[in-house]
């Protein structure tokens, strides 16, 4: 299966390789961008739990920015944070 | 103790000559959700797990949504999975057979024909496989008893093979056939072994050394036709395999089988189409109105999906008169059956007249009485070239409609 691409069909779609999602930017999917702010965060990691994509980056038990090849713009993170250190922004 | 291993002929029912077959096939995983008149065929499996003589992965679920899911991830795995529904059972199954049949998961699942309320019923028509008839899964009748688990057994065969991997339902008469008791014979538990092998299923979910993606999104960019495309080539080429897989298993058991039965048709005028448990009535009618010098015969359809009309057209293109049996209907159109008959005839250059007789709705009974019916309005057909109606009903109460 090394010599697989999409246009090489299996039966039913089937991908023979695992984690693809990680292939799939869903940043494009964005309207409205979160801005986080570095100064303010407590580091209580409330977003980085509550994201559904996985896209806020941790680095040694920190927050260290958001991931927009992933974010979708869904704003659960700025509703959740209780410091209100992130934003949604337009666009 | 009792040798399981010899060949018995048995007065059993459709249910738990069905049952038997699942045992003698063994799968890795059963997922069960009881609905009448199913109910009988999983109640006898159940007891094979319960006294450890299968091997089975039992999972009782909480609905047919739920059963069909479980067999697709299951199957997906890499496991050999059955389940049996009925009735509403298959109709709350909807969406997923499409993800059965669309992921090219062989599943292979029993319907016991039941038809669909409103008004309640439990008793059997084919409303429940008509309606699945587009859901890309094979799909085949059983006459009887013998039928339903000879079936059972092939549609293992079918639906794993690598030209096909498509999920199989095997379809018996509610009731008539599933809980009326007849003869039927078992083939050995080691030739059954041998005849359904072990599945191989291509790049399984749990091989966990090889991961692989089920069920990835295939959007605008991406080849859903081609996958669909792909998906009804596999349908196609199950009609071989159908053929090869009915060759192998006359040759353990003496029965033979093809996309349908002919009964008496070869030298017939007119003829009778239809499917499961009214050919046997219809057989002994023929074989009354033969004795008397009427020229009729039967041809009942085993291959549903995929749908013989090349084959189906040769066999019936010299009758003067055929009727096509419908044991559901599609209201504001004809009986299913008799739509994809009428369509196979279309390209001959000469065609039988063709009538449609809508019966046994709900369970109501087809008896010698309604066959006779028909044939005697297939005679008049034939004798006077021109049908009164295109479509009528048998067995028909006389009721007046108030509204």
């Known amino acids: ?91 | 103790m009792k040798d399981m291993s010899k060949k018995r002929i048995v007065a059993t029912t459709g249910a738990s000559t069905v049952a038997e077959a699942m045992r003698q096939i063994n799968p890795d995983v059963v997922v069960a959700y009881p609905i009448t008149p199913q109910t009988a065929i999983m109640e006898n499996f159940s007891q094979f797990v319960a006294n450890g003589i299968v091997n089975a992965e039992y999972v009782t679920v909480e609905s047919e949504h739920s059963s069909m899911s479980a067999c697709i991830g299951s199957s997906a795995a890499g496991a050999r999975v059955m389940t049996a529904t009925s009735s509403q059972g298959l109709a709350l199954m909807h969406e997923m057979l499409y993800i059965a049949s669309g992921m090219r998961l062989p599943i292979v699942m029993p319907n016991v024909n039941r038809a669909l309320s409103a008004p309640i019923n439990i008793h059997c028509d084919h409303s429940d496989s008509m309606g699945a008839r587009d859901a890309g899964w094979i799909q085949i009748y059983s006459e009887n008893a013998q039928e339903a688990y000879d079936n059972t057994l092939q549609a293992i065969r079918i639906a794993e093979d690598k030209r096909v991997m498509l999920p199989v339902m095997v379809n018996l008469d509610g009731f008539i056939i599933s809980h009326g008791i007849e003869k039927v014979e078992f083939l050995e538990d080691e030739k059954v072994k041998n005849f359904v092998g072990e599945r191989e299923p291509l790049l399984p979910l749990l091989d966990v050394n090889n991961p692989v993606t089920y069920g990835p999104f295939d959007g605008l960019g991406g080849f859903f036709m081609e996958h669909k495309k792909n998906q009804a080539d596999a349908m196609e080429r199950s009609r071989e395999v159908i053929l090869e897989v009915a060759d192998e298993f006359a040759k353990i058991s003496g029965r033979k089988y093809g996309f349908f039965e002919e009964y008496m048709l070869d030298d017939a005028e007119v003829a009778i189409v239809t499917l499961n448990s009214s050919a046997g009535t219809t057989k002994y009618v023929v074989d009354e109105l033969r004795a008397k010098g009427l020229p009729v015969g039967l041809l009942k359809l085993r291959a549903f999906r995929p749908f013989p009309a090349k084959e189906l057209a040769e066999a019936l293109k010299h009758l003067k008169a055929v009727a096509v049996l419908d044991r559901a209907i599609s209201p504001g159109f004809t009986g299913p059956l008799f739509g994809e008959i009428k369509s196979a005839l279309f390209d001959l250059e000469k065609r039988p007249r063709l009538i449609n007789f809508i019966y046994g709705l709900g369970g109501r009974d087809y008896t010698l009485h309604e066959a006779s019916k028909a044939f005697e309005t297939l005679m008049d057909v034939a004798k006077t070239g021109k049908a009164k109606k295109t479509m009528d009903y048998l067995g028909l109460k006389e009721v007046e409609v108030l509204a």
């Open chain 1, 1 to 91: 299966m090394k010599d697989w691409r999409a246009d090489k069909l299996l039966p039913g779609g089937i991908i023979p390789k695992g984690g693809t999602a990680r292939e799939y930017k869903t940043g494009g999917w964005r309207s409205s961008t979160p801005k986080w702010d570095e100064e303010k965060c407590k580091q209580c990691l409330i977003c980085w739990i509550s994201c559904p994509e996985g896209a806020v980056l941790v680095k040694d038990g920190k927050v260290r920015g958001i991931d927009m090849d992933y974010c979708k713009g869904c704003g659960i993170c700025a509703k959740e944070c209780p410091f209100n250190v992130i934003e949604m922004a337009e666009g």
